[in-house]
Each structure stands twice: as structure tokens, then as C-alpha cells.
């Protein structure tokens, strides 16, 4: 069954407004889960590092004021895009490892994703 | 370095027949790789997985083959189903890196 879950599936807003979208483990405590964007017709690009008790760390590019991440307890991370523009129209997913272990030879477990469509 | 592309490459396979879905990556430092599969609408679905010590690995009517001389990856599966049309990623992980960069990807269709 599922380890991680993702919501909401899918959200529509206005251009200006903020949206958040949640990410769960299920079955375990996640120290570090991890976002990624996809556009369409296009692979998984890594945002930040969400790590539970401490701030994220955010890949080049992306900018940490506009998408705010919590890792709030070890089992919720969630992903706040502010003030959305068109541009950021997007499908979000998180993930986390399949182990929470140091030698990162465990495969990413990843939610179903939100679709997110800013008008 | 990451993969973005404005076009998945294709392939399309006759229903029954072994399909062989091939990743080049940069990164020599990488030391495990993984190949996922995406349905539309749906989040990446881990497949198989290999070390950098192994050269192959077999899973239920999938293989994974690593070439570390030239960098290159595959993935066969054999007996393709309908079920199996979808897109495909490679992601490598170099050592001691705990982030995952996916490759640009690979629409596999099944034609029934």
C-alpha cells in the first residue's frame, strides 16, 4: 500500500494567492523528505530538502521565500506556494526513502502528486 | 547534472514482445541507480534498483543492466502488457549525495 500521501490531488487558484499542500508518511517517521516539480513532458526536478526540526535546503534556482517548506513533526511535511503566478502551474510531489538510513541506498517512495493550476 | 527535456523520447512495442528502455548518466560518482515507472496523473512508482557493485539484477519479468565503462543503464522488460505503457526514469544517486536526479525519461507504449 501507499507510504507517502499527497494532498490535495489536484487544486486550482487565482493568480496572487498562496497554496499548501500537504505530504504524510504513513508508515514511519520521516526525518528528510524531498520535493520535486514536474512539468509537462518533462522529468522530476528536485526543489528542496524538507528536514524534519530544521530549515529545508533548497536546489539552485528554486526560490525559498516563494515556496515555503515545514517539516513541521515526522510524519508531515508540507509545501506552501505564495502569491502562484500562471508560471507556476505545475504537478508537485514528495517523497521520502524507503529507509531512513545515512547510506541513501534505499529507493524514494513517492506520493501521487498535486496538480496545481493557477489562473 | 539534471535532465530536462521538452520531448520523452518514444517507444512502442508490440504487446508480447521484450521492450529494452536505455539511460545514459553523467555522474561517474553515482553509486545506486533506480528505474521508475509513471502512469499519467500519478506520482513515480519504484521498479528495480541497483548498486554500482553489480553489473545486473532481475525482478519479475524486469532487468536492470549497468555499464559503469560507458555510463549507460538499461531496462528490459520482458513480455510487455498493455499495463506496462507508460513513462519510464532512470534516477542515480551518487555516494554519499542523498538526493535522486532522474534522467529525462522514456514514453513506453503497448500496442495491443
Known amino acids: 500500500g501507499a507510504v507517502v500521501s499527497q494532498h490535495p490531488s489536484w487544486v486550482i487558484c487565482k493568480s496572487g494567492t498562496s497554496v499548501k499542500i500537504e505530504c504524510r508518511s504513513l508508515?514511519?517517521?520521516?526525518?528528510?523528505m524531498f520535493w520535486y516539480r514536474q512539468f509537462p513532458k518533462q522529468s522530476l526536478m528536485l526543489m528542496a530538502t524538507?528536514?524534519?526540526?530544521?530549515?529545508?535546503?533548497?536546489e539552485q534556482g528554486v526560490e525559498k521565500d516563494k515556496f515555503l517548506i515545514n517539516h513541521a513533526s515526522l510524519t508531515l511535511s508540507t509545501l506552501t506556494v505564495t502569491s502562484a503566478h500562471p508560471e507556476d502551474s505545475s504537478f508537485y510531489i514528495c517523497?521520502?526513502?524507503?529507509?531512513?538510513?545515512?547510506?541513501?541506498?534505499?529507493?524514494?517512495?513517492f506520493g501521487n502528486g498535486t496538480r496545481l493550476t493557477v489562473t | 547534472g539534471e535532465s530536462v527535456g521538452l520531448h520523452l523520447p518514444t517507444l512502442s512495442v508490440q504487446e508480447g514482445d521484450n521492450s529494452i528502455i536505455n539511460c545514459a548518466y553523467s555522474?561517474?560518482?553515482?553509486?545506486?541507480f533506480i528505474w521508475y515507472k509513471q502512469e499519467s496523473g500519478k506520482g513515480p512508482q519504484f521498479i528495480i534498483d541497483?548498486?554500482?557493485?553489480?553489473d545486473k539484477r532481475q525482478g519479475q519479468r524486469v532487468t536492470v543492466l549497468l555499464n559503469k565503462t560507458v555510463k549507460h543503464l538499461s531496462l528490459q522488460i520482458a513480455a510487455t502488457q498493455p499495463g506496462d505503457s507508460a513513462v519510464y526514469f532512470c534516477?542515480?544517486?551518487?555516494?554519499?549525495?542523498?538526493?535522486?536526479?532522474f534522467g529525462t525519461g522514456t514514453r513506453l507504449t503497448i500496442i495491443p
Open positions: 517523497s521520502r526513502r524507503k529507509i531512513d538510513d545515512s547510506s541513501y541506498n534505499s529507493p524514494l517512495h
Open positions: 508508515d514511519f517517521q520521516a526525518t528528510t
Open positions: 524538507s528536514n524534519e526540526g530544521s530549515k529545508a535546503t533548497y
Open positions: 555522474n561517474s560518482a553515482s553509486d545506486y
Open positions: 541497483i548498486r554500482s557493485n553489480m
Open positions: 534516477a542515480e544517486n551518487p555516494f554519499g549525495n542523498e538526493k535522486l536526479t
